[in-house]
């Protein structure tokens, strides 16, 4: 439990090194298990469930901040922060260096540390505290999936990855109904389950083609990058 999630991506970063491309990978699932398991860790103070379930969050934060590490070193060529085109509000998680996510992960902290000292002690504050953090992991596979649908292939994606996640996710679905763990544990899993069968169905109707962005040649680069600055 602890030490298996963590692993899944290792696959995943070795084969966007390999290739010097993170085309295909979603730097949001990094987002995601990072607000998710942050938060899970202040919710373990209030609620101690399984250490293994606290030790796996632990370790997959450190997991997710090197590949996150290894996404922006080697962004896709005409990602938005490359070309300047962000559309989300503050050009949210799209920031162009390692250190502005840093940054906000320390604010977001620091946040719930502040509120863990005022509020700690209140059981909706804890309850609250849990479905944030499970809910948030539950939502896990919806930018992966959002990013197959867009290049209408899973290039990029590793099947290892998206294998771990529904071993993984049917395992600890069945792991929390077992131990007894939290509702918030149970209702997320299934959640986050449903739409890992979503991505295999994906995987099937669109392949693993490169898409057009990957061919692009370096002429067709340079002129995107003037038409964004223009």
Not at 98 to 115: K, N, P, R, V
Request: glycine letters at 8%.
């Amino acid at each position: 439990m602890a030490v298996g999630p963590p692993l899944v991506y290792a696959d995943q970063a070795v084969s966007i090194i390999r290739k010097k491309d993170a085309t295909g990978f979603s730097r949001d699932v990094c987002a995601v298990l990072l607000l998710s398991n942050i938060c899970r860790a202040f919710f373990w103070i209030g609620s101690r469930f399984e250490f293994a379930l606290l030790l796996q969050s632990i370790l997959m934060i450190l997991a997710q901040l090197a590949l996150l590490y290894i996404c922006i070193l080697y962004r896709p060529r005409l990602s938005p922060e490359g070309l300047g085109t962000s559309t989300r509000l503050f050009s949210f998680w799209q920031w162009p260096t390692y250190t502005q996510h840093i940054e906000f992960l320390a604010g977001y902290i620091l946040c719930l540390t502040i509120l863990t000292l005022i509020f700690g002690r209140m059981d909706v504050f804890v309850q609250i505290l849990g479905y944030v953090a499970l809910g948030l992991e539950s939502t896990l596979p919806i930018p992966q999936l959002v990013s197959n649908a867009k290049l209408r292939t899973l290039y990029g994606f590793r099947m290892t990855t998206l294998v771990g996640w529904v071993g993984g996710d049917s395992y600890k679905t069945i792991y929390f109904f077992m131990q007894g763990s939290p509702l918030q544990f149970k209702v997320c899993a299934i959640f986050q389950l449903s739409i890992d069968f979503v991505i295999v169905g994906q995987r099937l109707w669109y392949g693993s083609a490169p898409p057009p962005t990957v061919l692009v040649g370096e002429d067709d680069l340079e002129q995107a990058l003037a038409l964004a600055e223009e």
